[in-house]
């Protein structure tokens, strides 16, 4: 989807609507099967969502400022990260139940969708409040681009997004992004569990204990963008070079330090410590996205980035910390938010009615 040229921001507020209301209709899972169906198309909406909005991003900013952009744009998620444990917490605690996160999450994608409706366009051009300044701007980026892919000949390459998904920098891109990834699922679903169990950290400790990290991480997007964009302007390297560096660089010094974290004998170290690793861990996403607009023409980026996020993500499907979602499990939750809240010493509240 990330690959069609007719209306990227159409695409992006399609895909919000679509993870919106499978979000918030996660709340009416029931059993194993149930779970498995929503999550699959929760899944199919958010999807598309990264590689549409850094094409939307790169249609936006020229190449000096790309890294800089992106990482600005995809910090948002370890944004989300800090601030969504403490809000799905406090929900958790405020209605009692598992499911009010999902509905809230569901209502503010909503907003969201409408949001990028009405604000959201493909191209400055398109734009009533763009200045004739950024316009042209632009419209020069795209002609500076659209020149380095043309041939000796001054034919332009083949701009299919086919034509380049195995071209050997493409497959090491998407190969680095699963080890990132890997790395980032691997904070996102074991640090949780190991601090509650190696370490004792109740569920109010843990809401702060595990935003740390996501700070740290959404530190790390925003300077390590900078940091190429300003070696670019420092150095007039060209953007690929700083950028594979970076990557390799951080990803190399987050694999170091990862298995460090369970060697830990404090809760407070074994936070810091993986804090380090998040800021290293997430400093080269953005970058991942300029690569490979580094070597592939407009017109494919959206494509060919999907395919290396698709790559990337299968991390998820090996990541260790992987524990089977049931209506039960969610009960005893809803079991024990209540005993911490004093609402009846987590009496089950199948007695109440409760599902």
Known sequence: MGGRQNRP??????ALVVWSVFAATTAAGFSFLSFAVLRLLFGSGEGPL?????KTVRAWFPERKLSTAIGAATSANPVAGAIGTPIAIALIAAFYSWRAPFIALGAVGVLLA?????????HPSQHP??????????AEEDHIAAARFETAGGTAQPSSV?????RPIVLLTAISWFGCMWLLYTFLNWFP???IQVHGVNLKSLAVANSVPWIAGTLGLLLGGVLVDALCRRFGA??????????????????VLMPLVGLVTSATAAVLLMAVVTFLGFAPVGLFNTVVASVVPKSAFGGVLGFVLLIGNLAGVIKPGRGRLSAGSLRRMDRGVRARCGDGGGADPRARGVP
């Open 129 to 138: 409040w763009s200045s004739r300044a950024e316009i042209e701007e632009m």
């Open 162 to 166: 086919r034509e380049h998904l195995f």
């Open 50 to 54: 990264p590689p549409v909005a850094a």
């Open 193 to 195: 569990l190991y601090l």
């Open 238 to 255: 060209t953007p690929f070079t700083p950028r594979k560096w970076t990557i390799v660089i951080c990803i190399l010094l987050a694999g």
């Open 9 to 14: 921001e159409a695409v992006l507020v399609a």
């Open 114 to 122: 409408i949001g990028c409706w009405v604000a959201v366009r493909d």
